[in-house]
């Protein structure tokens, strides 16, 4: 089906334990973004890509690795998780750096 | 950092009245999106505004971008129940970096 995907839906790990969160589109968008959904701060941005093997920094990106080796994926990488990392993941793609369009989200928790 | 502040936080309306929210930056945007997320789901696009003063409809809702490139409006005409859910405003600020609102939470009482 076309649109953006995220995998896993929800998942569950340890302190100290690597984590990676995928996302996918069909969309063929240029851009890609990870954001983190936390009660009382929103969204905010950890990483973004403006094509494939362009990645910067967002708001957050402290703990987060991303990569871009294809235009339609987009891995977001914890390579220790923390506590603080329990969230909620979305993952958005957008022809141009402004519209974006939103996976379903992963929901992580970190114990 | 940038914090985009939205009000009022929660509204709670009767099905049919209308609705507006703003949402204010203390730096200059270029473009002013509005986002509907509804419980487990991710942010929607409803509307978005890539010039000052623009205003844009989408069927019973009507945002605005601001004069000033830093406040935007929505308004949504005749509520209805499936109207429920946050209300996000989002941009690139000129730096690029994009933020997104604190929210505002809907409730429509039929």
């Known amino acids: 089906d076309a649109g953006i995907t995220q995998s896993p839906r929800y998942k569950i790990t340890e302190t100290g334990r690597q984590v990676t969160l995928m996302c996918h589109q069909t969309?063929?968008?240029?851009?890609m973004f990870w954001y983190r959904q936390d009660l009382g701060h929103g969204l905010r941005l950890i990483y973004y890509s403006a094509a494939a093997d362009i990645t910067d920094k967002g708001e957050v990106p402290d703990g987060y690795v991303v990569s871009r080796s294809k235009t339609e994926n987009f891995p977001l990488t914890l390579e220790s998780a923390t506590r603080s990392q329990t969230s909620v993941y979305f993952c958005?793609?957008?022809?141009?750096?402004?519209?974006?369009?939103f996976g379903p989200g992963t929901r992580l928790t970190v114990l | 950092g940038q914090q985009l502040n939205q009000s009022p936080q929660s509204m709670f309306i009767q099905e049919g009245e209308d609705v507006s929210m703003n949402c204010t930056s203390s730096s200059i945007f270029n473009t002013w999106l509005w986002y509907k997320q509804d419980p487990g789901e991710g942010p929607v696009l409803l509307i978005a505004l890539y010039k000052a003063g623009e205003l844009t409809s989408n069927g019973r809702l009507t945002a605005q971008f601001g004069i000033t490139r830093k406040d935007s409006f929505l308004n949504i005409s005749a509520s209805i129940p499936s109207d429920v859910g946050i209300y996000f405003c989002?941009?690139?600020?000129?730096?690029?970096?994009?933020?997104f609102g604190t929210g505002t939470s809907l409730t429509v009482i039929p």
């Open positions: 969309w063929s968008h240029s851009y």
């Open positions: 958005a793609s957008g022809q141009r750096g402004a519209e974006q369009f």
């Open positions: 989002a941009g690139p600020n000129t730096g690029n970096q994009f933020y």
